[in-house]
């Protein structure tokens, strides 16, 4: 079945830039998502980017897609202290059922 | 309020009861998921409603293990004699399915305590 895969922890500077990345199996996959959840709470979309896109910039928010290597990554520059939290990769084919990644865990220090 | 919005946000229950747990989806999205996340973990995928299509049920741990979505908008899960290991934070999350974008809006979840 479908697999999303990503690595578990990232620590960097505040200030730093800090880059999440993410692959995944399905070659079908037309949307592809990066969520983030803060402690205590639930899930919420940060961005997301169409299969036929290559780059997508939200502010301080860049995402690649590398559709040929099924690679997808999150850059948040200048990160601050208020980014650390569990950033997870999904992936769905036309919008349905999404597959999570098991989150990255970012930590941020001052 | 707009949101998901799931009850109780806490239970503490004693192994080999049931418990019940709901979530209440946004209006008019069509698409309903429940998930477990365990501490630390990531996201378990347990059940996932599109319309009045038959659920998507491979993700459900067990038998123990079951949900319903009435009228295509409230959903139940029930957890039959619990057993420690299902103490976890269930998450239910709505969206407004293929017409979409395939965004899905989470509720705040329910931290499940099993002594």
């Keep these: ?23 995944y199996t399905d070659s079908s996959s037309t949307y592809l998502y990066w969520y983030k959840q803060e402690p205590g709470a639930g899930l919420q979309l940060l961005t997301y980017i169409f299969s036929n896109m290559d780059m997508k910039q939200d502010q301080r928010l860049t995402v690649l897609l590398n ?8 850059r948040i520059a200048d990160t601050q202290t208020g980014d650390s939290a569990i950033y997870f990769c999904a992936e769905s084919r036309n919008a349905g059922k999404s597959t999570f990644g098991d989150g990255t865990t970012l930590t941020v220090k001052p | 309020g707009a949101g998901v919005s799931q009850s109780p946000s806490n239970k503490v229950t004693e192994k080999g009861k049931d418990v019940e747990l709901r979530c209440d989806p946004i209006s008019g999205h069509t698409a309903l998921y429940w998930y477990r996340q365990s501490l630390g973990q990531g996201l378990e995928f347990l059940i996932y409603f599109q319309g009045n299509s038959a659920p998507d049920k491979s993700g459900l741990p067990s038998d123990r293990f079951s949900a319903e979505r009435t009228g295509g908008s409230v959903s139940t899960l029930t957890i039959q004699r619990t057993q420690q290991e299902d103490s976890a934070v269930y998450l239910c ?12 809006f989470f509720g705040p979840g329910t931290r499940l305590t099993v002594l």
């Design chain 1, 1 to 23: 079945g479908e697999d999303v895969e990503q690595s578990l922890f990232l620590s960097v500077r505040e200030g730093d830039s800090s880059v999440i990345n993410c692959t």
């Design chain 2, 93 to 104: 999350a709505s969206s407004s399915g293929l017409a979409g974008t395939g965004e899905q």
């Design chain 1, 67 to 74: 559709k040929k290597d099924k690679h997808l990554s999150l």
